[in-house]
């Protein structure tokens, strides 16, 4: 075995995990808007080498997440509601396209499975966030992917990252948002309908976004 080759394909391994890592700080604003990147002791705190989260901090610089202040220092972006509202513009513009792509291809097993978390959070009265959070990443990554159209789930997966963020750090968001509107574009997958499908999704942003301007 190649030594070397060994060696690069760990720190490539160990640099793609701490990229992880910081993005989930990021998105759960455990990393919040503005705040400053250091690098020494964040490498600690995830007990890590400089080197990976080197390579880490420089690709969420490039897209986008990091960015440097008047001073040069590294910080987190804060997302603004203008930002907010051109990535949710973005979503409402092909996430309901996307929503009808999938719904001939989304497996009855995570039909089944995202019905299920759906009923869960439905039934309790006071949910984890986190828990909430868990499904609406899988119901709208699940569309994502069944969409199979590598590029609109690129467009989404970047722009939900910035709505995320904006929801997550400004606690703009109900404890059980969006259960009924969930729950219509579930039964429209199921049913295998296409355009309930697009029309759930359109009908589901656009109620996010009239919430966010609501209580912002």
């Known amino acids: 075995m190649d030594d070397g080759l060994s060696e690069t394909n760990d720190e490539t391994s160990l640099a793609d995990d701490t990229y992880r890592l ?8 455990r990393l919040a808007g503005g705040s400053i990147v250091q690098q020494r002791r964040l490498a600690s705190q995830h007990a890590v ?12 610089e490039g897209e986008g997440l990091l960015v440097r202040n008047e001073k040069g220092v590294l910080c987190v972006r804060v997302i603004s509601l203008k930002d907010y509202l051109d990535g949710l513009t973005m979503r409402m513009l092909i996430e309901p396209t996307a929503a009808a792509l999938a719904a001939p291809h989304v497996a009855d097993v995570d039909l089944e ?10 039934a309790d009265p006071g949910p984890d966030p986190e828990i909430v959070w868990q499904f609406d990443d899988a119901l709208h990554g699940c569309i994502a992917d069944n969409s199979r159209n590598a590029f609109m789930k690129a ?10 963020i904006f929801e997550r750090q400004m606690a703009v968001v109900r404890a059980k948002p969006g259960i009924s509107e969930h729950r219509a574009i579930l039964v429209a997958l ?6 309930g499908a697009r029309r759930a999704m359109s009908e ?13």
């Open 22 to 29: 910081l993005l989930a700080d990021i998105l759960s604003a």
């Open 49 to 60: 080498s400089r080197s990976p989260m080197r390579h880490a901090l420089s690709r969420l």
């Open 113 to 122: 499975r995202l019905t299920s978390m759906l009923d869960a959070i439905d």
């Open 155 to 164: 467009t989404i997966g970047d722009m939900r990252r910035y709505t995320t």
């Open 190 to 195: 199921a049913a295998r309908d296409a355009e």
């Open 204 to 216: 589901h942003l656009d109620a996010v976004r009239q919430g966010v301007l609501t209580n912002y």
